[in-house]
Each structure stands twice: as structure tokens, then as C-alpha cells.
């Protein structure tokens, strides 16, 4: 059963404590798994999620798109990652595992940065200074793809290898039979190409029998193996062999084909994200407004207020309608893929959604704005950071908070395409 971040004495602000390789304190895999996602969300787009809906967006996200995170960069890492590890794991002791870890990814970064800039090169400027390796990046989704069989982080995958394999060892000894090692991953994975990481002209490119894999794998991840297989949208997207660019996962051209429960939950989150998108811009609206006040040029809501009026042009009822219709529903998706979403959340977009239905101009509106303006203030206050309140937090302001949510679809179209091998 996976536990709720909660303040309390095993915990920072993040949930988490820094340690010096593997990076965190080696809590159950379930509290592992909650805090990694945790980072990936604050990586990502909209880092603040200044409106709190950040519990939405990654259950829509990690019900569709399993094993993905928004700082995930090509598809080949998963097995990078894996193979590095493979590799690591010889080492005796698991210390010794996590300093070889570092090490072979601190190759690959290497051999992959003679690539050049632009090519997405996790480490491609910190090198062997960076602080968060692929590895800790890409491990939770490997376990969701199921490519990892040992739970938790990397430490107690370096302590669960290690011991295993003493304990194979002694009991060959014993029975006269060689010892075999277990690395703690899938049997039918790929192996390396030989030599890696040491090989020339490393690239992202994946062979046809990676691919396959691949494919397999994403096809089968699901967050909750008791529930959420049927929402994974990836087996029918990975059918269409093609490249796609599309700005949306509800614009593939298999996005009609999916199962139902796929099919109604991706319509859900895209009638989510454009009715959202509205408050969002309403929140730049009134931040560029306050701006003013403080003594900034007249002009610089004017931008602002052209999206918003922009945006309501094109908004759809439709999406409202949807959103109120099946909002009762995500509380129970949400605990599909280890999210919580609190009755604050729902009730501010059950709130947002009925404005859109019966304001016409939901700039001028006042209620619109105060509703939109408390539920930054509720999130904001305590921690200070409220840039509604705060002229100080206005000052660090770069123009643009958030924008439409897209579920990580750069990252997944990626995926798609690099999976397109014949």
C-alpha cells in the first residue's frame, strides 16, 4: 500500500534527504517510488504548478503513458541504464556497485556527448559532476516497464544483487556447481553491443531487436498492475509504425482506436487540459496586472489578455460539461497511479469549469479572478511564494507561469518515434 508523503521526522521539504551517490535515503519502495515521482513533476514544465493541479496531470499522464517522466530523454536510456548496471553488479559488495555504477554512466555520457549539443545528452554540460545520473532518472521506470525485478532504489538493488550472489556462491561451493550471478533484471532483455560503454559512435539509434523489446515493454507497463493495464495508451500508439507530429496525444492518428478505457480517460484529459489552460492564463493575466501596480509598464498585460480572449474564442462547453461530468471519477484513477487527489483540487476545478459554462468574460470576472487568485494564495502563503500576494515573488516573475498540459507528449512522441524501427 503506498503511503502518503506527510510531514514528519523521516522527511525534508522534499520528502527526501541528499546523500552523496545514490542520492536518497533508502526508504520502503513504495515511499522510493511516490518521491521520485515527486521530482520528475517538479522538474518538469511548470515547476511550481501554481494552481495545484499537478496530482491530475501525472495521473492522466501515468495511466497513459506508463514509466515516463517529464526529464526521461530517449528510449535507448532505459537500456543504457540497464546495462550499465549489468555491468556494476560484477563488482563485489555493494559499494563497490554504486562507485562502478557512477562510473560506466559517466562513460556513456562521455561517448554520447561526442555527439554534439541538441541532442537531449543527459550530463552533456556537468559531465562527471552531474548530480542526478541516468540511473536515478530512468529507475522507477524501469521497474513500471518491468525490465527491474528487485524493488526500491539503487542502493538496496546494490545490497539484494551482492547478497545474492554470495549467497549462490556459497551454495555452489557447497553442491559442487557453478555459481550463476542475478543482476535483479527481466531474462529477456537485450544485451549490450559489445564493449559498451566503450563503443564508438554510441548513439540513441536502437537496433530492431531493442526496439521490439522495447515495445514489448512500454506495451505492458501499467502503474498498478491490479487496474491500470487498460488505460496504458502505448500499445495501439506503438501499432502505428510511422513517425508522428502531432502537438497532442489526442491529435494520433490512432487516438480513435484505442480500448475504451484508454479512449475515454485521453478525451477526459484533454477536455481537462484545455478547460484548465483558461486559468492558467487568467493567473498570468492578474500576476501582469499586480505588476503593474507595482510599478511596472501599463502594456504588460496586453499579451496576456489577448491569449486569454484568444483561448475562450475557441473553448469548447463540451470540455467544461466533460470535466464536471467525470471529475467525481479521478479521485479513484488518481489512487491507480499512487496519486492523492484532495477534495481542494477537485473542488477548485469543479469551480473553474462551471465559470467557463456561465461567464462570458472570464477576464472581467470577478469571481473568475478571485476564485483563481485564493486557490494560488491557499498553496502559496504558508511557504511564502505566493506571487499574488507577495511583490517580492513578483520581482523573480519571467513572464509566463505553466502552460497547457500536454501529459509529457514531446517525450512520448519521441519515444514513438524512436520505436518506429522496422
Known sequence: ??????????????????????????????????????????????????????????????????????????????????????????????????????????LVIKRLSELGSGHNVIGFRAQEGLARMPSEIYWNGLRV??????????????????????????????????????YGFDDGRPCPPPGFPEVDGLDFSLTPKEAVYLRNRLGKACVDPDGGLPYNAFPTFLAHRKNVEVDSAWAHPRASRLPEP???????????????????LLYNLRVAELKIVDGEAADTRKPYAKALRHWRSDFSGEDAEMVLEKLYDVPRLGALAHHSVEPPVTRFVEKWASLCLSESDLGRSQAAIDEVAQREISLKRAKGTSRILFSKQREQWGGQS?????????????????????
Not at 538493488?157 to 550471478?181: C, F, K, P, Y
Not at 479512449?263 to 486559468?279: C, H, I, N
Not at 497547457?404 to 524512436?418: A, G, I, T
Open 402 to 422: 505553466g502552460g497547457q498540459l500536454d501529459y509529457r507528449w514531446p517525450l512520448v512522441s519521441r519515444y514513438l518515434n524512436e520505436l518506429a524501427v522496422r
Open 145 to 182: 516497464l518491468g525490465i527491474r525485478k528487485i524493488r526500491g532504489n539503487r542502493r538496496r538493488w546494490a545490497r539484494v544483487v551482492a547478497s545474492r550472489r554470495d549467497r549462490a556462491r556459497l551454495e555452489a561451493r557447497w553442491e559442487g556447481e557453478e555459481a550463476t550471478d542475478s
Open 1 to 106: 500500500m503506498l503511503r502518503r508523503l506527510r510531514a514528519g521526522p523521516r522527511r525534508t521539504r522534499l520528502g527526501v534527504i541528499p546523500l552523496s551517490f545514490f542520492g536518497w535515503v533508502d526508504h520502503d519502495p513504495e515511499h522510493e517510488q511516490s518521491v521520485l515521482r515527486a521530482i520528475g513533476a517538479a522538474r518538469g514544465q511548470d515547476a511550481r504548478d501554481e494552481l495545484g493541479l499537478g496530482t491530475i496531470r501525472d495521473t492522466f499522464a501515468d495511466l497513459l503513458f506508463p514509466g515516463t517522466s517529464t526529464i526521461q530523454q530517449h528510449a535507448r536510456y532505459f537500456l543504457f541504464v540497464q546495462w550499465c548496471c549489468e555491468l556494476a553488479a560484477r563488482k563485489r559488495g555493494a559499494d563497490a556497485i554504486g562507485s562502478e555504477l557512477r562510473r560506466l554512466e559517466t
Open 262 to 280: 484508454a479512449r475515454e480517460l485521453l478525451k477526459l484529459a484533454a477536455a481537462f487540459s484545455r478547460t484548465m489552460y483558461g486559468a492558467t
